[in-house]
């Protein structure tokens, strides 16, 4: 069974920075690609950012150069730097895992497991 929970969000001013964090539990994380989506009120959930087993990334068009999806395999942790944060970042951020450890990470549909999510608000 694969848990993960995430933390750090909370109230920001634009331009300012954030950093989440997804704690997972459960066998082989180390092989696992994970990620981070969002949902604003009223839209669907979207890809953030994703990460390999060996460390790849790839970002949304729209956060990449100011986030940074990274993970530590020895602490089972994954982390999202957000910096020059914008009002259009707020929403719930979600971590996610994919056991099939599928690449490109930016299909929702791949991901089996999830986090409850964490609110990130970001004031104009």
């Known amino acids: 069974q694969v848990q993960l929970a995430e933390s750090g969000g909370g109230l920001v001013q634009a331009g300012g920075s954030l950093s989440l964090s997804c704690a997972v539990s459960?066998?082989?994380?180390?092989?696992?690609?994970m990620a981070w989506f969002r949902q604003a009120p009223g839209k669907e959930r979207e890809f953030v950012a994703g990460?390999?087993?060996?460390?790849?990334?790839v970002y949304a068009d729209s956060v990449r150069g100011r986030f940074t999806i990274s993970r530590d395999n020895v602490k089972n942790m994954v982390y999202l730097q957000m910096n020059s944060l914008k009002a259009e970042d707020t929403a719930v951020y979600y971590c996610?895992?994919?056991?099939?450890?599928?690449?490109?990470?930016?299909?929702?549909?791949?991901?089996?497991?999830w986090g409850q999510g964490t609110q990130v608000t970001v004031s104009s």
């Open positions: 990460i390999s087993r060996n460390g790849g990334t």
């Open positions: 996610a895992a994919d056991t099939l450890s599928r690449w490109p990470p930016i299909w929702r549909g791949n991901y089996n497991y």
């Open positions: 459960g066998p082989t994380f180390g092989s696992r690609t």
